[in-house]
């Protein structure tokens, strides 16, 4: 596969200044050799001390959300000005508990994923479905609807900005994994679904993470798939024991 691993860790609102300081250094040195790609996406308040840890590295400097809007009246919100001001370089958008808990649509996602482009960030798509949309055999169906609105107005030329991460929700955090074929399944659907909306060309290079519970005894087995280029972690990114194994794999 002449695409690159890229292997993310989403912490989530855990760790403090201190302890994601020390998760950072033990990152930066225990994956310098690393041949993949790498991302940690701290919380917010824990950005600006990450930033001058994992700067120089192999490891990109990612935000779990942003607000839709470059500035203004937004009382809690995090405008991408403020991000880019940090060093922020990817943005994880449309995470499953932004969907889910805090009422996230397909079009807000669409505003933020525009708005992080116009300002140079790159962009993690997550998409994927709820188990009873999986039983109902709806699982394409609702990956191909969050794609295509998500991506709407988004021209070719920024296609090489953007990561599709598929995270069946009902995976995540639950210890449950898609099977490697089951998941792989809906990576080559999303990969041909692209190739229609923007040429085999763009579908060959877009990057598609696997993310529901990743560990260091199944990554090997999902990322050896044919359409599954990297992992989006959670729970197995908050320790260098879980998560250097997963980013060193192969
Ligand atoms: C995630 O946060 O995107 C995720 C996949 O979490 P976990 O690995 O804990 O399932």
């Given at each position: ?9 989403n912490?989530?609102?855990?760790k403090t200044?201190a ?5 950072a250094?033990?990152l930066?040195?225990?994956?310098k050799?690393?041949?993949?790609r ?7 308040t824990l950005i ?6 994992v700067?120089g590295?192999?490891?990109r400097?990612g ?19 403020q ?13 499953s508990?932004?969907r889910h ?7 807000l996602?669409n ?10 960030l790159?962009?993690?798509?997550c998409i994927g ?6 039983e109902a055999?709806k699982?394409e169906q ?12 988004v ?14 929700v009902?995976?995540?955090?639950t210890?449950k994994?898609?099977t ?18 923007y040429?085999t060309d763009a ?13 260091p005894?199944n990554?090997a087995?999902l ?5 599954i280029?990297?992992?989006l972690?959670g ?5 260098p024991?879980?998560f ?7």
């Open positions: 596969m002449s695409r690159t691993y890229y292997i993310a860790g912490w989530k609102m855990h200044r302890e994601a300081a020390e998760l250094k033990a930066v040195s225990q994956l050799d690393g041949k993949h790498y991302l940690v996406a701290p919380s917010f600006e001390t990450v930033a001058p840890i700067k590295s192999n490891i400097l935000a779990q959300n942003m607000a839709c809007e470059e500035q203004g009246a937004h009382t809690g919100e995090v405008s991408v000005l991000l880019k001001d940090l060093g922020v370089q990817t943005v994880i958008l449309g995470h508990e932004r808990n805090y009422r996230e649509d397909d079009a996602i505003k933020k994923l525009k708005l992080a482009l116009k300002h140079g790159e962009v993690i798509l479905e709820l188990l009873e949309e999986r055999g699982a609702v990956c191909e609807t969050q794609v295509v609105k998500g991506l709407e107005g021209p070719a030329a920024e296609l090489a900005n953007i990561v599709i991460a598929y995270e069946p009902w995976a995540i955090g210890g994994t898609a490697p074929e089951d998941a792989d399944a809906i990576h080559a659907f999303v990969r041909k679904l692209i190739g229609k909306l040429g579908a060959e290079k877009i990057i598609i993470q696997y993310g529901g519970s990743v560990k005894d990554a087995q990322m050896a798939k044919e359409n280029d990297g992992a972690v729970g197995a990114a908050l320790k024991d879980t250097v194994p997963i980013a060193l794999f192969g």
